[in-house]
């Protein structure tokens, strides 16, 4: 199993452009997740789906858009991308729900700078 | 107020030697907790949960303290590959949702 992936694992952008992070688990896992970490911060929650054609809102979505069409895929958008969202974004999932002790596992993270 | 809070350290020991640090947490109604490595530039990656009585793995002790809402991680006979940042996870539910709260890392190196 390739477990969590995730693409592009860098990736500079110019104020106001969009991207597409992949992210992609081959574990049947019905839960996914985006998070970000900034410096010195802990991960903050962008938005979590517990199957395919089901997301909802974390702590800090506003930026961002996610879908959900398959259980393997989980892609998050950035519509106009802004100095504030330079971060490390992981993609991580969970067999699960993670309130009942359920391991979550990371993908390789995508460093995001934007300029 | 954070709503987990973890000394950043670093906590620099001498391989062999034992380090511990804690994790306190704001909400009283969590309900799972975790300890999460995560190497320079890596993803975290689980290193243990924590259960109500304590567990060890190993070298590795974790403990929960509901009353004073905190959880510790100690590391026996350290060795050069437990230089990492160990990540305090704690899930709190808040309304029907759940979220799992991360620390900031504490920062651990070993040195030979």
């Known amino acids: 199993n390739a477990g969590v992936t995730q693409t592009p694992k860098f990736r500079i952008l110019k104020i106001g452009q969009s991207m597409t992070l992949q992210c992609a688990q081959d574990?049947?896992?019905?839960?996914m997740y985006w998070y970000r970490q900034d410096p010195g911060m802990g991960l903050k929650l962008i938005y979590y789906?517990?199957?395919?054609?089901?997301?909802d809102k974390g702590e800090v979505p506003n930026g961002y858009n996610v879908s959900r069409s398959t259980t393997e895929d989980f892609p998050l958008r950035l519509e106009l991308a802004a100095p504030s969202q330079t971060s490390v974004y992981f993609c991580?999932?969970?067999?699960?729900?993670?309130?009942?002790?359920?391991?979550?596992?990371f993908g390789p993270g995508t460093r995001l700078l934007v300029l | 107020r954070k709503e987990v809070e973890q000394d950043p350290g670093p906590f620099n020991v001498p391989e062999g030697a034992t380090v511990a640090f804690n994790c306190t947490y704001s909400?009283?109604?969590?309900?799972?907790f975790f300890w999460y490595r995560q190497d320079c530039r890596k993803e975290p990656k689980l290193l243990m949960s924590?259960?109500?009585s304590g567990n060890e793995d190993g070298r590795f002790t974790a403990q929960l303290n509901r009353a004073s809402q905190y959880i510790s991680l100690l590391i026996r006979d350290s060795k050069l590959s437990d230089s990492a940042t160990y990540l305090c996870?704690?899930?709190?539910?808040?309304?029907?949702?759940?979220?799992?709260?991360f620390g900031a890392g504490t920062t651990v190196t070993v040195r030979a």
């Open positions: 909400n009283s109604a969590s309900q799972s």
């Open positions: 924590v259960y109500s």
């Open positions: 996870v704690v899930n709190g539910v808040t309304g029907n949702d759940y979220k799992l709260s």
């Open positions: 789906s517990v199957g395919a054609g089901i997301t």
């Open positions: 574990m049947n896992h019905n839960y």
């Open positions: 991580a999932s969970s067999y699960a729900d993670i309130s009942y002790q359920e391991t979550q596992y």
